[in-house]
């Protein structure tokens, strides 16, 4: 019985981690693997390196019964699973896949794969990295025909993790039609929602094109704020009622897109096929070109108050997550924007409660920022600034709004 196996999950970040914690709690033994040394030593001492609801006491359960145990190598088991991160190299051009850390992983536990072994790969990817696991497996030494090779993109948001790991459907795709069953089967032990089952290239292409769906919606809002912002027209409000159409469904606007997920996967599928993916590229661009937008706004209102106070002023940036009330600032607009102002040469502050420091900027409480600071952006929609009190001090102070926490404001910024 699979209840019976050792889990060997590969990467304790912010899927890793929570899917090792949660399949412990399903009486799995669950060895993890991490080259950080230090998130390693927390987790063994039942503590967590990442803020995730709900997550702390999944893995202080799963630590003090025994059934989690962190390694900085890997180790044996039965079923492998890789969650390590798959960026993109910058650089002229289209940006393109990098899979160096998924191959990386896969390297390092052939030497355990053995025969009837499940390897996992849950790393959102190209399509085709889940044969080039196999291959790899292959090179070096496994019989990948004895071996159920298979991906299963996670689907969850920060947030509501550990709810959404157990209750959202899953796609599994398998190099062949055992690997599928069989990988299927172990979901099934853990997992509430539906277990679909595919080949390994469509359960790839269907992470990039739900990301890729969300990118683009969020690039028509983002372009509809742009052309409201100039015709001075409240493009929150203007999207509440234009979704009142029943078949309507309009994202929001921001600052950007950020994350792994949505700001990184639809590259993955233009550098694929870039004669093809045009919607999708220029949705990317779209997006982009919003956070250069937002900081041109910036900019103008920081000319404007030096001008009123014949002094430098001081740029409060409320928001450096990439989304609401998390601590994640990977591929963050908000970061992007605060750090390209600090670099050319601005003063400026960060209201950031989700993380305890930075190493570029000054920190500041709410109440600071606002009685400090000549030009205020918001720039994350957390739970922290929709507090009435605060808004109406934001109002007050003509904070630039870029993630409608003052919707109902007649200026907002875009």
């Known amino acids: 019985m699979l209840r019976k196996k050792t889990v060997c999950v590969v990467g304790l970040g912010y899927i890793g981690l929570p899917t090792a914690a949660l399949l412990a709690s399903s009486n799995y033994d669950v060895v993890g693997v991490d080259l950080n040394a230090d998130a390693v030593h927390t987790i063994n001492q039942g503590r967590i390196h990442i803020v995730e609801p709900d997550l702390d006491a999944f893995v202080r359960s799963a630590v003090a019964s025994g059934r989690l145990k962190a390694f900085t190598t890997p180790q044996p088991g039965d079923v492998y699973m890789i969650c390590v991160p798959t960026p993109f190299h910058e650089g002229e051009g289209i940006p393109q896949p990098n899979i160096d850390y998924v191959l990386a992983a896969t390297r390092s536990i052939a030497g355990f794969v053995k025969p009837g072994d499940l390897v996992i790969l849950e790393s959102t990817s190209p399509v085709g990295t889940t044969q080039h696991m196999a291959d790899v497996l292959s090179e070096a030494g496994v019989d990948v025909s004895t071996v159920h090779i298979a991906y299963c993109p996670e689907r969850v948001l920060p947030g509501k993790i550990m709810s959404e790991l157990v209750e959202n459907d899953r796609v599994i795709g398998g190099l062949t039609a055992e690997a599928t069953a069989t990988v299927a089967g172990f979901y099934r032990t853990f997992v509430h929602g539906q277990v679909l089952e595919t080949d390994a290239k469509t359960a790839e292409m269907c992470k990039l094109t739900e990301n890729s769906f969300r990118d683009v919606n969020i690039a028509f809002a983002n372009e509809l704020s742009l052309i409201c912002a100039k015709e001075g027209i409240n493009v929150w409000q203007l999207i509440q009622l234009a979704n009142r159409h029943p078949r309507v469904n309009i994202l929001q606007p921001g600052a950007g897109v950020g994350g792994h997920c949505i700001a990184v996967d639809p590259w993955f599928i233009v550098a694929r096929d870039p004669e093809n993916a045009r919607l999708i590229r220029t949705a990317r661009e779209v997006n982009n070109a919003k956070t250069a937008w937002a900081i041109d706004q910036m900019k103008i209102a920081a000319a ?104 109902e404001q007649a200026r907002p910024a875009a």
């Not at 450096?320 to 102002?341: G, M, Q, T």
């Open 304 to 407: 404007d108050a030096n001008a009123r106070t014949g002094r430098k002023a001081k740029i409060a940036c409320f928001g450096l997550a990439f989304k609401p009330d998390i601590d994640d600032l990977r591929e963050s607009p908000a970061l992007s924007i605060a750090e390209a102002l600090f670099d050319q040469g601005y003063d400026v502050i960060a209201v950031e409660p989700n993380i305890e420091s930075h190493g570029k900027f000054e920190l500041a409480e709410v109440d600071e920022a606002i009685a400090t600071a000549d030009v205020i952006a918001v720039l994350v929609k957390h739970r922290q600034f929709t507090d009435s009190k605060v808004k109406a001090a934001l109002a007050q102070a003509n904070a630039l709004d870029f993630c409608g926490v003052l919707a």
